[in-house]
């Protein structure tokens, strides 16, 4: 999975971003990445620009990509699942490339100017994931992609990837009784579930085998995942703005079900 992505200046070895999708232990100091990345490119330069190299160091991949003199690079941990992480790989570079080809060629090397494009890498990435999740065999790989990942994923990025893949998977209805049926449908593609409200405003489901968090044990409420997927899915659903979905209960913190609420309001 993708932990984190550096875009390096060739030649001059200077990091101008690096973004993080894991938890603070995971992370690697980026300019001593850097300088390694650099050197390690000089080897690659024979080969096809644009192209991705692999290179394997410990229990970690990295995925190098070359052009325009500049060195974007994914970390990546072993898995399988590499095939979507190239394909965000080449797009950030596009997009990156899109955006500040111009900007680099008179740049004052004012590293802060690429701060924005934080917000275009978790887009890119997000889009990736969800897509990857829908297109193959849903929702087998998202268990078992999620359940890899997130020890080590930071629960805001779990929670947007849930997101999105639940807005994928929404059809608009028309009342909110209808929402309902299809959610309990939905997540019944997960496990059996409850759902069930006092008034219009306000719904409740209870997972009882939650295949998240089965088995894991945590000290916080962690399916993070489905605590955005629901909530994508009621937003796009009911076409409403931003609304707000909370676990309140969770096995792998030791309650009897995994419980998600949320007020419409
Ligand atoms: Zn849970």
Redesign the pocket.
């Known amino acids: 999975m993708l932990l984190e992505v550096f875009i390096i200046q060739e030649g001059s070895s200077l990091l101008l971003l690096s973004h993080s999708f894991t938890k603070k232990k995971y992370k690697i100091d980026g300019n001593l990445f850097s300088g390694l990345i650099s050197a390690l490119s000089m080897f690659t330069t024979e080969l096809e620009i644009g192209d991705i190299k692999h290179f394997q160091t410990g229990e970690l991949r990295v995925l190098i990509t070359t052009y325009k003199n500049i060195i974007f690079v994914g970390l990546v941990d072993d898995d399988p699942h590499s095939e979507f992480i190239e394909i965000s790989l080449k797009n950030i570079r596009e997009e990156f490339l899109k955006e500040y080809s111009q900007e680099i060629e008179n740049w004052s090397g004012k590293i802060s100017i690429f701060e924005d494009f934080r917000k275009k890498i978790d887009e890119i990435v997000y889009t990736e994931f969800s897509k990857y999740f829908i297109e193959k065999d849903f929702p087998k790989n998202v268990i078992s992609v999620v359940r890899k990942i997130q020890s080590k994923f930071e629960s805001k990025y779990l929670k947007f990837i849930g997101k999105e893949t639940g807005i994928a998977r929404a059809e608009t209805q028309s009342s909110f009784k209808s929402l309902k049926k299809q959610i309990r449908r939905e997540l019944s593609l997960f496990s059996i579930n409850n759902v069930s409200s006092t008034n219009e405003q306000e719904l409740q489901i209870d997972i009882p085998m ?1 295949p ?2 089965r088995g894991i044990k945590t000290p916080e ?3 993070k995942f ?1 605590e955005g997927f629901i909530e994508g899915y009621i937003e796009k659903s009911l076409s409403l703005g931003s609304i707000q979905v909370r ?1 309140t209960k ?3 913190h030791g309650d009897e079900h ?1 419980r998600f609420i949320t007020n419409l309001n």
């Open positions: 939650c998240i968090c409420f962690s399916c489905l676990e969770c096995i792998a995994c």
